[in-house]
């Protein structure tokens, strides 16, 4: 299971041919699924594009985007929703009300951007500080200790007491229905399948406490932190060359329960 942006790839990027062949050798062997921030249609963009998988892998490969809201699998008419807890009209809009409101307040609208700042993802609404096709490099720069994310999720948090506010991306701040984050998605993909959290192994670059894949590690499942594609590409091959079952990578130790 893997988060998509700085771990398959740089953030709104097309995976890499190297990561393409990483998928590809994988999914010969075991289900995978991506989960993200991003919508559905940025995992066309990002990944699925690229790998033009046959209906036999594609049936192995499980998307679930917008932080797990929505879960998509293959049949034979192409990808299909599971489910997709979509946001009421209502409640996108006092979502954008209140993320622009917080923005403005706090002096974290740029004047410079790339693409929409606040997009309507059905099941989640998303701020990117820098729009949502800024460069790598700015996006890296503008919040590099998280501070600026930090102070809009408290200030969004407050005002949006019946939605869940995450600090998402490296420029973003994700709303959904309450109690959904990546646990939920990781939760249902698990009863979806029939497995146990130990039988998962998740990849991510936010698994730091406040990190958006933070509630993945909070549930138990096995986590490996990961600081961009070339690692987990890296460990991929190190699976694939060792034993899939039992792959022999640096596991991050568990959470005390306490």
């Known amino acids: 299971m893997f988060d998509l942006d700085d771990t398959l790839a740089l953030s709104k990027a097309k995976i890499t041919p190297r990561m393409t062949q990483c998928l590809t ?52 008419v192409g990808w299909q ?13 006092l979502i954008v009300s ?4 917080g923005a403005r307040a706090l002096g974290l609208w ?4 790339w693409g929409e700042v606040i997009e309507d993802r059905g099941s989640q609404v998303t701020f990117s500080a820098l729009g949502q096709q800024a460069p790598h490099e700015a996006k890296a720069a503008w919040d590099p200790d998280g501070s600026r994310r930090r102070a809009l999720r408290e200030y969004v948090a407050v005002r949006l ?6 600090s998402g991306g490296s420029t973003s ?3 959904t229905k309450k109690g959904i984050d990546k646990a939920y998605g990781v939760e249902r993909l698990l009863e979806h399948l ?22 993945v590690r909070e549930l138990g499942v096995p986590c490996v932190a990961v600081t961009g594609w070339e690692q987990t590409a890296d460990h991929i091959d190190a699976m694939l060359e060792s034993d899939p ?14």
């Open 25 to 76: 050798r994988l999914l010969a062997q075991k289900h995978v699924c991506i989960i993200s921030g991003g919508r559905y249609e940025q995992f066309q963009t990002q990944v699925l594009d690229e790998l033009s998988l046959p209906a036999g892998l594609a049936e192995r490969l499980h998307l679930m985007p917008t932080c797990g809201t929505r879960y998509l699998r293959w049949d034979t």
């Open 81 to 93: 929703d599971i489910y997709c807890e979509n946001l009421a009209e209502a409640q996108k809009a």
């Open 98 to 101: 209140v993320l622009t409101e």
């Open 110 to 113: 740029a004047e410079r951007t």
């Open 161 to 166: 007491p019946d939605l869940e506010v995450r």
């Open 173 to 175: 701040i994700d709303v």
């Open 194 to 215: 029939d497995l146990r959290v130990e039988d998962v192994l998740f990849f991510g670059d936010r698994l730091d406490e406040g990190g958006n894949d933070y509630p």
């Open 245 to 258: 079952d039992h792959p022999a990578l640096p596991l991050l130790a568990p959470l005390d329960p306490a």
